[in-house]
């Protein structure tokens, strides 16, 4: 299994199955090669054939592409953080703003899951702030997440949300948001 993959696994393997029931025939079977006699395919024949099996196979294509948005996803990360970072901190809305955040992982509605970040942790700056809360199990972090950020509409103008597996087994949610 990827660790720290954005996308669950189970899409990837969706699309697979996708791909597989309208394509007929499975990546496993044989690809028939044009042969110029009844002996055994040379070996130019037998590379047409491996070559012609991988091109009909989705898989490989569907992991690399997996692997390029998660690398574009990664960068995307990391300048939202860089961002974050280089702000100014303006004191008073920060902790105005810092309050209301906590309020909502409060809130009755989100309480009435009865899923709570082992840790959790909020600051603001100027213009945006960083939410940071961390779970045992990765579906609890999902809707915990769901449920947190549909608190805070009046709030955030907008919010950039991940969820990542880590290689201990606890899932880091992460999430960006941008001042209303």
Same mark, same amino acid.
């Given at each position: 299994? $990827?660790?720290?993959?954005?996308? #669950? +696994?189970?899409?990837? @393997? ?14 496993? =079977? #044989? ?26 196979? #989705?898989?490989?294509?569907? +992991? ?17 953080? *860089? %961002?974050?970072?280089? =702000? ?6 920060? *902790?105005?703003? =810092?309050? *209301?955040?906590?309020?909502?992982? $409060? ?6 899951? $009865? &899923?709570? #970040? ?8 100027? !213009?945006?702030?960083?939410?940071? %809360?961390?779970? @045992? ?11 947190? +950020? /549909?608190?805070? @509409? @009046? &709030?955030? %103008?907008? *919010?950039?949300?991940?969820?990542? !597996?880590?290689?201990?087994? /606890? ?10």
């Amino acid at each position: 299994m $990827r660790l720290g993959m954005i996308f #669950p +696994l189970a899409f990837v @393997g969706a699309l697979v199955i996708a791909v597989l029931v309208m394509h007929p025939k499975m990546p496993n =079977e #044989p690809v028939a090669a044009a042969t110029t006699s009844a002996a055994a395919p040379d070996a130019s024949n037998k590379a047409r054939s491996a070559a012609a099996m991988m091109a009909q196979d #989705p898989l490989p294509q569907l +992991l690399a592409q997996e692997d390029r948005v998660l690398e574009e996803r990664t960068r995307y990360l990391a300048a939202l953080e *860089a %961002a974050y970072r280089a =702000e100014p901190v303006e004191s008073q809305w920060a *902790a105005v703003t =810092e309050r *209301a955040l906590v309020d909502v992982s $409060r809130d009755d509605a989100l309480a009435a899951t $009865r &899923i709570k #970040p082992d840790a959790w942790s909020v600051q603001c700056h100027s !213009r945006s702030c960083k939410m940071s %809360a961390v779970f @045992g199990d990765y579906d609890d972090a999902q809707d915990w997440a769901n449920f947190f +950020l /549909t608190g805070t @509409g @009046g &709030i955030l %103008a907008q *919010a950039e949300l991940s969820v990542r !597996r880590d290689v201990d087994g /606890t899932t880091h949610v992460l999430i960006f948001g941008a001042r209303r």
